[in-house]
């Protein structure tokens, strides 16, 4: 069974910068499209970004393009979220998503990590 195990979060104030790390049990990163989920409480859990298996496709998030970058590293067996500039609004448990197609179906989630941001 693969996993996914999420790190990186934390508390940062506005306009502070946070590296999310997702590393993978398989060496599934580099024929999976990567994402990126949040769900902050209440909410219903938005896709963030996104990277094809190929790395030719991306997917912003209209509320994050600019600000956050996602990235691969597949000799290391992990996907990168840098998220800079960071707002209130984007506190939230982020999680990774591993699929066969961009697009989704996810078949592997990871547990999430809880980033924070204060105002």
């Known amino acids: 069974q693969v996993q996914l195990v999420e790190s990186g979060g934390g508390l940062v104030q506005a306009g502070g910068s946070l590296k999310l790390s997702c590393v993978a049990s398989?060496?599934?990163?580099?024929?999976?499209?990567m994402n990126w989920f949040r769900q902050a409480p209440g909410k219903e859990r938005q896709r963030v970004v996104g990277?094809?298996?190929?790395?030719?496709?991306?997917y912003y998030a209209d509320s994050v393009k600019g600000r956050f970058t996602i990235s691969r590293d597949n000799a290391k067996n992990t996907v990168y979220l840098q998220m800079n500039s960071l707002k209130p609004e984007d506190t939230a448990v982020y999680y990774c998503?591993?699929?066969?197609?961009?697009?989704?179906?996810?078949?592997?989630w990871g547990q999430g990590t809880q980033v924070t941001v204060s105002s």
């Open positions: 990277l094809s298996w190929t790395g030719a496709r991306t």
């Open positions: 998503a591993a699929s066969r197609v961009i697009e989704g179906p996810y078949d592997y």
């Open positions: 398989e060496r599934i990163i580099s024929r999976y499209a």
